[in-house]
């Protein structure tokens, strides 16, 4: 069974933003909410400037799962984070606990997914976030399942739109160990910086992976 | 001639100009280290994953608070407090107080009159002083419940009524301690206001709180005023304190509106969550000695009238007050 996980190679990634606009655009995920985003590091700066893409990293033992009082999150057989927004009550817990960022909070109605939001002053609607292209617990390709999560790649046999599409294929999407050999190759060829951003955050230890890329520093 | 709204603006403008010299100066410090490193060793990207573990605010296109954070790792520590200490302390905390005061009631009983009543009643409590209290009540007791359902119920009553039942719940819940927390903490304002007054602490109180047990089992009487050393402290301690402490998180956690930032929403909701565990199991005590634990307490908050004898047992000193 393949364990689904996001790969960003910071040598490669040159902040084009193409694979947020993907994801907006395959999902038609509204304004306000950042499923993915581009974050650049020492930006404009000569010889310091690193960008790195990030979304939901689909974690081992993810905080958001953990800290849900409905308990709205399961994992699917490929380790991707799944969460059910007829339960969720918009508390905003995951938003605090996760380390990535991943959860949003549309302001409004016109704003959510699906529509599932409260107007009231301050709070929050249901949460949404990237689904690794995966759906949710709605039928397969429904519209009730697009409306409320986006396109549902995965059961099509497809990849994540964000890395499939990528141009520099600084961003990967799909078995951790069929990532972790592809970095392995490019880091042999380069000879050096191993660093694989997010990845002990997200999936633990080098020593509790199933592959043998390195985590961040 | 220096207004002092032109002083502030001013003095805001200074702030923020220093403050991001300050940042860039750090910022550069950073990328300056990057770029030797990447002289001195190419593809060694150790300066810029430090920068970005300590959760730095880098650039980014995507607007939305903390946008530019990559890493925040404050999130798993307020998990492990949140999941931990307060959900297992606090739930033990929520299970041996009330055991501890049944036990209380087996052994002692309430605490009765030891006169007869005289069927002559002295006011204790005004109109509004009723209002007052039975407006922070209700919503207090309102708070509590949806409360502790957001915290237990995932443990409590999912494996009962089930995911789908618990979430509208739930989210009955949230919207309700949402809505009332405002009115709970407007209430507990106009309490302190109204109450404080009889709340000033006084020597005999100390006398009273040395002999709290012979006191509070009946054996012996030290006279009080209006209100004894353990409803001062309550309303001190209780209502002033903890209202302040759960009021201010609570706003904080309640209206995310104003930009702050995931860490003081942490902090918030720990405050938060210690804060009302600790106020609803003092406030177990407080609703025994007001009902069941001591005859005719209850009837004095409801009608707002007590009988002579009750005074004259409970709150000497005001009863003669009240007399004179």
């Known amino acids: 069974m393949a364990r689904m996980k996001f790969l960003c190679d910071a040598e490669r990634c040159i902040e084009c933003n193409a694979c947020v606009t993907a994801c907006k655009n395959e999902h038609e995920v509204p304004w306000g909410i950042n499923r993915r ?24 033992d993810a905080p958001c799962m953990a800290v849900c009082p409905v308990d709205c999150f399961y994992k699917t057989e490929d380790g991707v984070v799944l969460h059910d927004k007829d339960l969720c009550i918009g508390c905003g817990y995951c938003f605090y606990a996760c380390p990535f960022g991943a959860p949003q909070f549309p302001a409004s109605n016109a704003s959510a997914p699906g529509g599932q939001a409260t107007d009231w002053f301050g709070a929050r609607g249901k949460m949404d976030k990237c689904t690794f292209c995966a759906g949710g617990p709605e039928e397969n390709g429904s519209e009730a399942e697009f409306s409320k999560y986006g396109r549902n790649r995965l059961s099509e046999g497809k990849l994540p739109l964000c890395a499939e599409m990528c141009s520099t294929k600084a961003l990967l999407g799909g078995d951790g160990d069929v990532l972790a050999d592809i970095y392995r190759e490019r880091v ?11 990845w002990g955050t997200a999936y633990g230890k080098p020593g509790q992976q199933s592959d043998t890329a390195t985590s961040d520093k | 001639m220096v207004t002092p709204k032109l002083f502030l603006t001013t003095w805001l403008l200074l702030c923020s100009v220093l403050g991001g010299a300050v940042a860039t100066a750090v910022a550069d410090d950073a990328a300056q280290k990057q770029v030797r490193r990447q002289a001195e060793q190419p593809l060694n990207n150790a300066p810029v994953w430090r920068a970005v573990r300590y959760g730095a605010e880098h650039s980014t296109q995507a607007t939305g608070r903390e946008a530019g954070v990559l890493i925040q790792s404050a999130g798993e520590t307020w998990r492990q407090i949140r999941n931990g200490p307060i959900t297992l302390y606090g739930g033990l905390l929520l299970i041996l107080v009330p055991i501890s005061i ?5 052994w002692k009983g309430p605490l009765k009159l030891n006169g007869h009543p005289t069927g002559r009643l002295v006011q204790r409590f005004s109109y509004w002083e009723r209002l007052i209290h039975w407006s922070v009540a209700i919503t207090f007791v309102i708070l509590a419940v949806t409360g502790i359902l957001m915290l237990f119920g995932r443990y409590v009553l999912i494996p009962l009524i089930g995911h789908g039942g618990f979430a509208w719940f739930a989210q009955i819940s949230k919207n309700v301690h949402n809505l009332v927390g405002p009115l709970f903490i407007a209430a507990v304002a106009c309490m302190f206001v109204m109450f404080v007054r009889d709340n000033v602490w006084h020597s005999i109180d100390w006398q009273w709180l040395k002999k709290a047990p012979q006191v509070l089992s009946g054996k012996t009487h030290v006279p009080s005023g209006k209100y004894n050393a353990a409803e001062k402290g309550w309303f001190w301690g209780g209502v002033a304190l903890l209202g302040l402490v759960v009021g201010i998180s609570g706003l904080i956690l309640d209206f995310p509106n104003f930009e702050q930032t995931r860490a003081t929403m942490q902090v918030a909701h720990v405050v938060h969550g210690v804060g009302a565990l600790i106020f609803v199991a003092a406030s177990l005590g407080h609703i025994y000695m007001g009902t069941i634990g001591t005859e005719g307490a209850y009837a004095g908050m409801r009608t707002g009238y007590v009988d002579e004898t009750w005074a004259k047992e409970h709150h000497e000193l005001w009863f003669k007050e009240v007399n004179s």
């Open chain 1, 188 to 198: 042999t060829v380069r000879g050096k910086g191993a660093e694989v951003w997010g």
């Open chain 2, 102 to 106: 049944g036990l209380f009631y087996q």
């Open chain 1, 37 to 60: 985003r581009v974050v650049t590091i020492n930006d404009g700066q000569v010889g310091a400037e690193k960008s790195m893409s990030v979304a939901c990293m689909h974690c081992s």
